[in-house]
């Protein structure tokens, strides 16, 4: 019996250099995906083609090289549908600002198509869309220098993303599109101090966490995760024996103390009576019911519809903002109202071009109050993942006074994450 190799085609040849050449040039894609490319090479399974579809750098970090990170008060995302000279979209910007002065912000990075982001302390986490609509997630140095790829579990979508700036991880949530059902909505967390680690499933009481809604504890590494039949837990996501439930409740409405969780449910009579509220203490597990004293009820009257978004609890004592909108002929009116022991008051009321409240935060202090504000007549940006009106703006409120202290473009405030 012959030895004798058979020849390599000359189009297999091409193939073997061709994936050769991409996999020494790709140096973030070696790295990152080293050990699933040569699993995939054992299995038979790996192709140019797939090497392609994987998640790769979108972003374009805009700062200098510098040993100290950037520092800015706030971020916000501005996404811009318009085209440029030759009819390519125009880079969608995340934007750094300071809290006083005239300035519209300092690109920190760009990229044809930016869905959300989170901000730590040294670096931005950015979540962009690949041609397909799948998602890289990218950390992009507050020095300068280029993105870093964070390795995904497979393809997919990533959403939620919030980052935990004291204790440098971020999280999120994943949702595979092979159809397979491995992951939907799961949640992940990731150290960006070991960027050799893969991001590790959030662990629950009976596997990995599918949550609908999800928050970094203020000051901690520890999170609550909301799943889809409502139950609450209390997580800490870098040891999986740390699960405490917290109950089913409706929604989450913030952390108005260190160690507090403020809550909403419905009212006994579902429709009839109003919400109820409470508060959480994250240690003890114990509920203590939070009065909210005039929050606002939905009516509709002659015509004229008035509705009011969940409150935002700010303190212990029942302290709370809440956006009421009134819509009259198609046309919105909408101020933020903020209520303390004396009754409520009006806050903030924007301008009559940017008419209509998107949504609202507070700064980590407690101090300033960050709005997003769309135009009356707007049309929407059409991203397949977290949609947003264009144009959008972000108005800078002090909470004491409600004076504005400036406007800035974009939306998604970093105060949110």
Same mark, same amino acid.
């Given at each position: 019996? #012959? ?6 085609? /000359?189009?297999?040849?091409? /193939? ?6 991409? =996999? ?12 699933? /490319?040569?699993? /995939? ?6 192709? *140019? ?17 510098? !040993? ?48 959300? %982001? ?29 993105? !870093?790829?964070?390795?995904?579990? #497979? ?10 700036? #004291? ?10 599109? #092979? ?12 150290? *960006? ?67 507090? =969780? ?29 009065? =909210? ?53 009006? =806050? %903030? ?18 101090? %300033?109050?960050? *709005? ?30 409600? !004076? ?14």
């Amino acid at each position: 019996m #012959s030895t004798k190799r058979r020849p390599v085609s /000359a189009k297999r040849a091409a /193939a073997i250099a061709a994936a050769a050449e991409l =996999l020494a040039g790709r140096r973030f894609a070696r790295r990152l995906y080293g050990t699933i /490319a040569i699993l /995939a090479v054992l299995a038979g399974g790996l192709t *140019v083609a797939n090497l392609s579809k994987l998640p790769h750098p979108n972003s374009t970090p805009a700062l200098a090289r510098s !040993t100290t990170p950037a520092s800015f008060a706030l971020y916000t995302l501005q996404r811009d549908t318009g085209k440029d000279n030759s009819g390519l979209k125009k880079p969608d910007t995340i934007l750094g600002t300071s809290l006083s002065g005239s300035d519209q912000g300092t690109v920190i990075v760009s990229a044809p198509r930016i869905q959300e %982001y989170a901000a730590l302390p040294s670096a931005l986490a950015v979540v962009t869309l690949n041609d397909d609509n799948t998602s890289s997630l990218e950390m992009v140095p507050l020095t300068g220098g280029p993105p !870093t790829l964070v390795p995904l579990p #497979s393809l997919g979508t990533v959403a939620n993303l919030h980052a935990a700036g #004291s204790k440098n991880l971020i999280g999120f949530t994943f949702t595979a599109s #092979s159809g397979t059902g491995q992951y939907w909505k799961t949640l992940f967390v990731y150290d *960006v101090d070991k960027p050799s680690a893969a991001p590790r499933a959030v662990q629950g009481i009976h596997g990995p966490v599918t949550a609908t809604d999800w928050r970094f504890v203020p000051g901690a590494a520890t999170l609550v995760a909301q799943t889809d039949d409502q139950s609450m837990f209390l997580i800490d996501p870098l040891d999986s024996g740390k699960v405490s439930p917290l109950g089913t409740h409706a929604g989450i409405l913030g952390f108005p103390g260190s160690n507090e =969780l403020a809550v909403a449910d419905p009212g006994l009579k579902k429709g009839v009576d109003p919400p109820r509220y409470s508060t959480l203490n994250l240690t003890t597990g114990t509920s203590t019911p939070l009065t =909210l004293p005039g929050a606002f009820v939905p009516d509709a009257a002659n015509g004229v519809t008035t509705t009011a978004s969940q409150p935002t609890v700010l303190d212990t004592s029942g302290q709370y903002l809440q956006v009421v909108r009134k819509y009259d002929g198609g046309k919105e009116a909408s101020v933020v109202n903020l209520t303390d022991k004396n009754g409520p008051r009006q =806050l %903030y009321q924007p301008d009559a071009a940017w008419s209509r409240i998107l949504d609202t935060c507070t700064s980590p202090a407690g101090d %300033y109050l960050a *709005v997003e504000t769309a135009a009356p007549q707007y049309t929407g940006d059409q991203y397949p993942v977290r949609p947003e009106p264009t144009p959008i703006r972000t108005d800078l409120v002090d909470l004491k006074s409600g !004076t504005i202290l400036k406007s800035v473009p974009g939306f998604l405030p970093s105060w949110c994450g």
